[in-house]
């Protein structure tokens, strides 16, 4: 299996708190993506990286925001988790970026719970 | 938006059926195209790409359509092992995979 993880795998928080969802990869991965999973939704993405420093908003970025300080982590952080946030998070990888014929690998997720 | 549905299912099949799904998109611009199987509570992984003349790896088969805009998943001689969500996804041509479009699945379940 390729080698991603993703912390923490579940987490409860309250209303109004700051989360960080951490996403590690070791297999030097250029690309790298946050999603969301939603019951009635596809999954959608939220913020993706291209490179060290280099990230830009996906298509349900409002109230997150991402780091990549090393090729090998994606820092997921929600300002002020709101129930509206509770879902799924998957982080997936990719060596060349997934389109054309590259395709993501994803982490297990993490489960957020917001109260 | 809906650039890409799927039948939600659940298609519930005994062991050694026949079963296909179908995928709809809507960008004509579209150039790639896959099945990812996800478990439940576990994460989606690929099946397999779709490619234009059609591909099989086992007992999967798939199909594009690109005059209908349509790619199928023919899965035969069902096992247990089979039963899941397939994900169709889309992408539209971006090459940072920033358009991959994810269908809501489509849930399978065969039984014995």
């Known amino acids: 299996d390729a080698g991603i993880t993703q912390s923490p795998r579940h987490k409860v928080t309250e209303t109004g708190t700051p989360v960080t969802l951490r996403c590690h990869q070791t297999e030097n991965h250029r690309y790298m993506y946050w999603y969301r999973q939603d019951p009635g939704h596809g999954l959608r993405l939220i913020h993706y990286?291209?490179?060290?420093?280099?990230?830009d908003k996906g298509e349900v970025s409002d109230g997150y925001s991402v780091s990549r300080s090393k090729t090998e982590d994606f820092l997921l952080t929600l300002e002020s988790a709101t129930s509206s946030q509770t879902s799924v998070y998957f982080c997936a990888i990719s060596p060349q970026g997934a389109g054309g014929a590259n395709v993501l690998t994803f982490g297990a997720g993490s489960r957020l719970t917001v109260l | 938006r809906k650039e890409v549905e799927q039948d939600p299912g659940p298609f519930n099949v005994p062991e050694g059926a026949t079963v296909a799904f179908n995928c709809t998109y809507s960008n004509s611009a579209s150039q790639s195209f896959f099945w990812y199987r996800q478990d439940c509570r576990k994460e989606p992984k690929l099946l397999m790409s779709?490619?234009?003349s059609g591909n099989e790896d086992g007992r999967f088969t798939a199909q594009l359509n690109r005059a209908s805009q349509y790619i199928s998943l023919l899965i035969r001689d069902s096992k247990l092992s089979d039963s899941a969500t397939y994900l169709c996804v889309v992408n539209s041509g971006n090459q940072a995979g920033t358009a991959l479009i994810f269908g809501k699945g489509t849930t399978l379940s065969v039984s014995s």
């Open positions: 779709v490619y234009s």
């Open positions: 990286s291209y490179g060290v420093k280099d990230t």
